[in-house]
């Protein structure tokens, strides 16, 4: 599934982060799209949005499969046949995640038994959104995954390996993070 580089700085943040279970932790956490780039910059990584982790940890935004984003953020013209069926009233809950000044260490000196992994540091807290209901998405990924993978590579042209599209229906936000990798 990874299309990160095995040993990569990228692949050894994420594999270390994934132990945390707390999502899919991007190397790469600011906005990245040359899609629909000044939108999309502004808010970054949003539920029902669909992409592909780069080999150095970013997520490539493809679309967003939520209405209220439609208009916003994807191509008139994304994909002919493609409706976006999760229902208008999907409610997305926000909350804060980790509050500002939270820190779960008593001293900034960090010490590790094991030969490598990674810390995640977020100074101004940080909040996460997260769709009520998993299920509308799953059943749009049943019945449209296919379409995804063709319209990933035949219109953008992405190198895709199967099971590595991404559909988000939880994110986590902050405005300040450092990330160290050992």
């Not at 940890?57 to 953020?73: E, R, T």
């Not at 059943?139 to 449209?144: D, H, K, M, V």
Request: glycine residues 10%; contains cysteine; proline residues 4%.
């Amino acid at each position: 599934r990874f299309q990160l580089e095995t040993g990569s700085i990228a692949d050894i943040y994420t594999r270390a982060m994934l132990k945390c279970q707390v999502g899919y932790p991007l190397y790469v956490p600011q906005p990245y799209s040359g899609f629909s780039e000044e939108v999309y910059s502004r808010k970054g990584v949003c539920v029902g949005d669909v992409g592909i982790i780069t080999k150095d940890g970013a997520f490539d935004f493809l679309f967003n499969v939520c209405p209220s984003q439609n208009s916003l953020i994807n191509q008139r013209q994304i994909l002919r046949g493609f409706t976006f069926e999760t229902s208008e009233d999907q409610k997305i809950y926000h909350k804060e995640g980790f509050p500002h000044k939270t820190h779960i260490f008593e001293s900034p000196v960090y010490t590790s038994s094991e030969a490598g992994g990674a810390i995640l540091e977020l100074p101004e807290g940080a909040f996460q959104d997260s769709a009520t209901s998993t299920y509308p998405f799953r059943r749009l990924t049943s019945r449209y995954g296919e379409q995804w993978y063709k319209y990933a590579i035949g219109t953008r042209g992405k190198d895709v390996l199967n099971g590595s599209l991404h559909l988000v229906t939880s994110c986590t936000k902050c405005t300040q993070w450092g990330i160290a990798v050992f």
